[in-house]
């Protein structure tokens, strides 16, 4: 699924205003470069709930999907998706 | 309901979501204890600190380090602090605070009372081969994580769950018990619920590793896998480092660790049984354990090309591991 650009622009200003990471662009690496820690990484997980209004599966989850924001805004775009035809 | 004055003692993401929260209420909060940013950023990594937030919102700051002094309760006092509520904040809260409050303190524990006191919980039960976890909102006491429960939220560990996976359940569900401690007393105090902890079967843990990380291939494969993801933060820096295993003389760190699909072998434990898909399967003392990559002198390398079948892993003839990996205080 490719998420919609309006949606990567979102998680981009999340980023930058509620958790002060600055990312370089919607492909770059935010684990292996240290741009999101443990602690940011929870932060992440609780902020894109609230916002979006989704439960993220914790039973289910892959860090990858946490890879970039582009793999992020997909992650988000299908469990809004699955929300919405529940 | 009768807004509340509030002082934080938090960090980490449970503070940070705590503070929003409060801040967002119609509760005042008269401060924030934090340890504020260095040169290098927030304490843990980037992005933004309790501290950085509370001053982004323009709230008084002051050193998480103050909750251990005995003055710092009449200054409390003097801003009529109703209650203190604490949230990763690890520093231990000297007496005449914890009472300064009109409601006392109050924190937000990740693991069931009394058996999961101290420190790293969700890494411990793992260890210990728990099935269920918990999160804890109790009252404190002189005594760590020792005060009487108001909340609690259980749930069940997955066999694949990581202690980053634990941490981050105890943060989304502890929080909420935090606030409703909060909404309870503002509307009747006399609500709140008040469970004395037993002191039978209390367990204070600590942050030091178990068998300095290294794997007992002696011990059942499920508890060898568990051992695995009780140090596993995904790609972020475990509290207790990494688990180590000697593969042909060299130190590794055995990566995405699954209990396998047979059952006792005549193999010694530690033995490299088979190479099949993408995955090594090495015999435990009870079952075996699959092990899909290994990190060695810092390079990520696929089980399939770094062990051969027959090879032996374990761990140094002087390290002595004890035969159950139970961990104690």
Same mark, same amino acid.
């Given at each position: 699924?490719?998420?919609?650009?309006?949606?990567?622009?979102? %998680?981009?200003?999340?980023? $930058?205003?509620?958790?002060? &990471?600055?990312? =370089?662009?919607? @492909?770059?690496? #935010?684990?292996?470069?240290?741009?999101?820690?443990?602690?940011?990484?929870?932060? %992440?997980?609780?902020?894109? $709930?609230?916002?979006?209004? &989704?439960?993220? =599966?914790?039973? @289910?989850?892959? #860090?990858?999907?946490?890879?970039?924001?582009?793999?992020?805004?997909?992650?988000?775009?299908?469990?809004?998706?699955?929300?919405?035809?529940? | 309901?009768?807004?509340?004055?509030?002082?934080?003692?938090?960090?980490?993401?449970?503070?940070?979501?705590?503070?929003?929260?409060?801040?967002?209420?119609?509760?005042?909060?008269?401060?924030?204890?934090?340890?504020?940013?260095?040169?290098?950023?927030?304490?843990?990594?980037?992005?933004?600190?309790?501290?950085?937030?509370?001053?982004?919102?323009?709230?008084?700051?002051?050193?998480?380090?103050?909750?251990?002094?005995?003055?710092?309760?009449?200054?409390?006092?003097?801003?009529?602090?109703?209650?203190?509520?604490?949230?990763?904040?690890?520093?231990?809260?000297?007496?005449?605070?914890?009472?300064?409050?009109?409601?006392?303190?109050?924190?937000?524990?990740?693991?069931?009372?009394?058996?999961?006191?101290?420190?790293?919980?969700?890494?411990?039960?793992?260890?210990?081969?728990?099935?269920?976890?918990?999160?804890?909102?109790?009252?404190?006491?002189?005594?760590?994580?020792?005060?009487?429960?108001?909340?609690?939220?259980?749930?069940?560990?997955?066999?694949?769950?990581?202690?980053?996976?634990?941490?981050?359940?105890?943060?989304?569900?502890?929080?909420?018990?935090?606030?409703?401690?909060?909404?309870?007393?503002?509307?009747?105090?006399?609500?709140?619920?008040?469970?004395?902890?037993?002191?039978?079967?209390?367990?204070?843990?600590?942050?030091?590793?178990?068998?300095?990380?290294?794997?007992?291939?002696?011990?059942?494969?499920?508890?060898?896998?568990?051992?695995?993801?009780?140090?596993?933060?995904?790609?972020?820096?475990?509290?207790?480092?990494?688990?180590?295993?000697?593969?042909?003389?060299?130190?590794?760190?055995?990566?995405?660790?699954?209990?396998?699909?047979?059952?006792?072998?005549?193999?010694?434990?530690?033995?490299?049984?088979?190479?099949?898909?993408?995955?090594?399967?090495?015999?435990?003392?009870?079952?075996?354990?699959?092990?899909?990559?290994?990190?060695?002198?810092?390079?990520?390398?696929?089980?399939?090309?770094?062990?051969?079948?027959?090879?032996?892993?374990?761990?140094?003839?002087?390290?002595?591991?004890?035969?159950?990996?139970?961990?104690?205080?």
């Amino acid at each position: 699924m490719i998420p919609h650009p309006d949606l990567e622009t979102s %998680l981009m200003a999340l980023f $930058e205003g509620e958790l002060s &990471i600055d990312v =370089p662009a919607t @492909d770059s690496d #935010l684990l292996d470069s240290g741009l999101v820690s443990s602690v940011t990484f929870v932060e %992440l997980v609780m902020v894109l $709930e609230e916002r979006f209004g &989704i439960q993220i =599966p914790l039973d @289910d989850l892959e #860090l990858d999907q946490f890879r970039t924001v582009r793999r992020i805004a997909a992650l988000v775009e299908e469990l809004t998706a699955q929300r919405a035809a529940a | 309901m009768t807004p509340l004055t509030v002082l934080i003692a938090g960090e980490e993401a449970a503070g940070l979501q705590l503070l929003r929260a409060l801040a967002a209420s119609p509760h005042r909060i008269a401060g924030v204890l934090a340890t504020p940013d260095t040169a290098a950023g927030a304490p843990g990594g980037q992005g933004r600190s309790v501290h950085g937030a509370a001053v982004a919102l323009g709230l008084p700051t002051l050193p998480a380090v103050r909750v251990r002094d005995p003055a710092f309760a009449a200054e409390m006092r003097v801003a009529g602090v109703d209650v203190l509520l604490n949230a990763h904040s690890l520093h231990i809260v000297c007496p005449e605070v914890l009472e300064a409050p009109r409601f006392g303190a109050f924190n937000l524990h990740p693991g069931p009372l009394p058996g999961y006191a101290g420190l790293d919980a969700p890494s411990w039960a793992l260890v210990n081969g728990e099935t269920t976890h918990a999160v804890t909102v109790h009252r404190m006491a002189a005594e760590v994580d020792a005060g009487p429960v108001a909340y609690t939220a259980t749930f069940p560990i997955g066999p694949d769950d990581t202690a980053l996976l634990l941490y981050t359940r105890t943060t989304r569900l502890g929080v909420p018990l935090l606030l409703k401690v909060v909404e309870t007393l503002a509307d009747d105090p006399d609500r709140l619920p008040v469970v004395p902890i037993p002191r039978q079967g209390r367990r204070v843990h600590r942050r030091r590793s178990p068998n300095g990380g290294w794997i007992d291939w002696h011990a059942p494969a499920a508890a060898v896998s568990a051992f695995v993801r009780a140090f596993d933060f995904g790609p972020f820096p475990s509290p207790w480092g990494t688990v180590r295993t000697l593969a042909g003389g060299v130190e590794a760190v055995p990566l995405r660790v699954r209990i396998g699909g047979r059952g006792s072998t005549a193999a010694p434990p530690g033995t490299v049984l088979a190479i099949a898909g993408d995955a090594a399967e090495i015999a435990c003392g009870d079952g075996t354990v699959t092990v899909a990559s290994l990190l060695i002198d810092g390079r990520r390398r696929p089980a399939t090309d770094c062990l051969r079948v027959g090879d032996r892993l374990g761990a140094p003839p002087s390290l002595a591991i004890p035969p159950l990996l139970k961990a104690t205080a």
